[in-house]
């Protein structure tokens, strides 16, 4: 019943399905020999790796087989070789001997075609279904009912070859031809089909594969292939292993593994050939080791992302409804923030912002305040041009003696004041103020031009900033720096950026409260001092981060440790507030010690651990007071 839980549990999870759909694939793979192709290939590099040259076949070639066989068989068998295998593509008249054969005559011999492996002229049928006798079984006894694969590790340049003209002239020597099998043939033409095979390549003499089949059977070194079955049982368990590992270490880790992992398949199928007669489907575990490290980093992937999303969106609940600024780059608009800024802190009559157009001396009115865009009476648009080039020559704000704004009102003041950063005009600030008899025009100018120094540094950051992002955003840039799809981990930033920006402004308001506070977790240990903390322990000589809530509480209150520890219990069990009076050197203190807990986190049981911490706060007794506490 557990058992059928857990199986339950793991099919709700995405991860598992990813699991079974690899195990499918290597299923499927081997059924349908998807790979067959790299392990040809890579069989065909380990032959060519290994070289003899010693073997006991001689191949003979004739320019004219049907004329001369006759003669060189019968020239040939004075030698006293093992056998004969006269391969013509025409009928010959036989020579009887019993070490004569021609597979094919009308005989009942027969050569059976070299089966093709992945385009690779590599395996020896098996020696079942035939209508004739393989000609291998009637020299060599080859009576496998599975494929082989050629042994490959003759040299050719090894391999003994004369022409028939030599045999007739007597131009060898017996002991070349001795107890050797011969193999005649016609000599190829030129335009022969290439041999696809090891050390064949280029090569186009159809007679050098039958002899390098001879060569294996002959010294029995024929190279066997694992079974099917098998092969597909260590693939699963290849895998499965692989999925443990892979899952344990990085990416980058887990590639270094994965490419030792491909150098101990090549050496093992390296020595098995050689030494055990055994090819194992190298290529096939070579390509499930890098398909299994995919698959891990793409499910490691999806399920990273599924859980930073459902984090992104837990903090974003959880940050919903309290104050984040919203940081002024990222507004869809810079002079909304702008606007309530200079509303909040100037009181003036009429304000107009007009900002420079890109690449142009000309400017354009954008935001207004207490006003409307088309107040605006003066005509000029061209900060080249009074009273605009006057703001920018003084660097500063200057009064308009032409009225720039409509229905001007007896006694208002008109000023304007230029945008500029960094030698950049962003814009101009045109404002009027009706004073009054406490108006200071210097500092209210003063005032204006820092405020106008700060906006127009705003001004330059957004547009920088807006300028580098429309740059990236372009397609192109998005293509070629994979960012056509915001990633996940971009979401993650952001959300991190809010509860850092709304942790330090936490931090700030606790650092900057007036009573000496300090924070305790369950275990005694300090989590949290503001500055009053700090100063409060330096003048007492308290070193705070080494004192627990318990010796604080016993040395300030001058409390017995049992009783000390019977106030912490009923803090934190009730979760409570208590005052206590408290007394350092000379002075004395209010010490409020609060157990801080959430009331939506209730739960019907262990109630102590819906404490999260112990506050301390120590608040100065005014001198009143302190003289009421000694009467």
Request: glycine letters at 2%; one cysteine or more; hydrophobic letters at 45%.
């Given at each position: 019943m557990v058992v059928l839980q857990q199986l339950l549990r793991l099919t709700l999870q995405r991860a598992f399905w990813f699991t079974v759909c690899l195990f499918a694939i290597v299923i499927i793979s081997n059924l349908l020999n998807l790979f067959q192709a790299s392990n040809a290939f890579l069989y065909k590099k380990i032959e060519s790796l290994s070289s003899t040259q010693q073997t006991n076949v001689v191949l003979i070639t004739s320019q004219n087989?049907?004329?001369?066989?006759?003669?060189?068989?019968?020239?040939?068998?004075?030698?006293?070789?093992?056998?004969?295998?006269?391969?013509?593509?025409?009928?010959?008249?036989?020579?009887?001997?019993?070490?004569?054969?021609?597979?094919?005559?009308?005989?009942?011999?027969?050569?059976?075609?070299?089966e093709i492996w992945a385009t690779y002229q590599m395996r020896i049928p098996a020696a079942t279904n035939l209508e004739c006798e393989s000609v291998w079984q009637a020299v060599f006894g080859y009576k496998h009912e599975k494929s082989r694969l050629i042994n490959f590790k003759l040299a050719v340049s090894a391999l003994p070859k004369f022409t028939a003209k030599r045999v007739l002239g007597f131009d060898v020597m017996s002991e070349q031809l001795e107890n050797k099998v011969i193999i005649v043939g016609q000599q190829s033409a030129e335009f022969n089909v290439l041999i696809h095979a090891p050390k064949l390549e280029g090569l186009n003499d159809p007679l050098l594969l039958f002899a390098y089949i001879a060569d294996s059977l002959e010294k029995n070194?024929?190279?066997?292939?694992?079974?099917?079955?098998?092969?597909?049982?260590?693939?699963?368990?290849?895998?499965?292993?692989?999925?443990?590992?892979?899952?344990?270490?990085?990416?980058?880790?887990?590639?270094?593994?994965?490419?030792?992992?491909?150098?101990?398949w090549c050496c093992a199928g390296y020595f098995l050939v050689n030494f055990a007669k055994l090819f194992i489907p190298i290529g096939q575990y070579i390509i499930l080791t890098f398909v299994t490290l995919f698959w891990v980093v793409v499910a490691r992937k999806i399920s990273e992302d599924?859980?930073?999303?459902?984090?992104?969106?837990?903090?974003?609940?959880?940050?919903?409804?309290?104050?984040?600024p919203q940081s002024f780059i990222e507004h869809p608009s810079p002079w909304d923030p702008i606007i309530q800024l200079i509303s909040q802190q100037l009181d003036l009559e009429k304000s107009i912002f007009l900002a420079r157009k890109e690449d142009d001396h000309r400017v354009v009115e954008i935001r207004a305040i207490n006003c409307q865009l088309d107040d605006i009476q003066e005509m000029r648009r061209d900060y080249q041009r009074t009273p605009y080039s006057n703001a920018l020559k003084s660097l500063g704000i200057v009064k308009i003696n032409r009225p720039f704004f409509k229905q001007i009102i007896e006694g208002e003041i008109e000023f304007i004041a230029p945008l500029v950063y960094a030698g950049d005009v962003r814009g101009f600030w045109a404002l009027s103020i009706i004073p009054n008899h406490n108006f200071n025009q210097q500092a209210f100018e003063q005032n204006v031009n820092k405020?106008?120094?700060?906006?127009?540094?705003?001004?330059?950051?957004?547009?920088?900033?807006?300028?580098?992002?429309?740059?990236?955003?372009?397609?192109?840039?998005?293509?070629?720096?994979?960012?056509?799809?915001?990633?996940i981990s971009q979401k993650v930033k952001s959300s991190l950026n809010e509860m850092e920006q709304k942790l330090t402004t936490l931090e700030m308001v606790f650092n900057h409260t007036s009573p000496a506070t300090v924070?305790?977790?369950?275990?005694?240990?300090?989590?949290?001092?503001?500055?009053?903390?700090?100063?409060?322990?330096?003048?007492?000589?308290?070193?705070?981060?080494?004192?627990?809530?318990?010796?604080?509480?016993?040395?300030?209150?001058?409390?017995?440790?049992?009783?000390?520890?019977?106030?912490?219990?009923?803090?934190?069990?009730?979760?409570a507030t208590v005052e206590l009076p408290a007394k350092l050197g000379a002075h004395h203190y209010t010490l409020i010690i609060r157990a801080l807990?959430?009331?939506?986190?209730q739960t019907a049981s262990g109630a102590p651990f819906q404490v999260s911490g112990i506050l301390f706060e120590f608040i100065a007794n005014t001198p009143e007071i302190s003289s009421e506490a000694k009467l």
């Open positions: 087989l049907s004329a001369n066989h006759s003669q060189l068989v019968t020239q040939l068998t004075e030698y006293q070789p093992k056998a004969i295998i006269v391969l013509a593509d025409e009928p010959l008249a036989p020579v009887d001997n019993e070490r004569v054969f021609y597979p094919y005559s009308q005989s009942k011999y027969c050569v059976p075609n070299v070194s024929t190279i066997n292939e694992l079974n099917f079955v098998i092969s597909i049982v260590l693939a699963l368990i290849l895998v499965f292993v692989l999925l443990f590992f892979f899952q344990k270490m990085s990416i980058s880790y887990s590639f270094l593994v994965a490419l030792s992992i491909t150098i101990i599924k859980e930073l999303t459902t984090d992104v969106n837990n903090i974003q609940q959880m940050m919903m409804g309290r104050y984040i405020f106008a120094a700060q906006v127009a540094e705003l001004l330059f950051h957004y547009h920088i900033f807006k300028t580098t992002q429309a740059k990236n955003r372009t397609l192109l840039n998005r293509l070629l720096t994979y960012k056509l799809h915001e990633p924070l305790f977790n369950l275990f005694g240990q300090v989590i949290q001092t503001n500055a009053s903390l700090e100063r409060f322990a330096k003048q007492h000589q308290i070193a705070i981060f080494e004192t627990t809530a318990l010796d604080l509480l016993c040395k300030s209150c001058e409390l017995d440790i049992e009783i000390a520890k019977g106030k912490l219990r009923y803090i934190t069990l009730n979760k807990h959430s009331d939506n986190s």
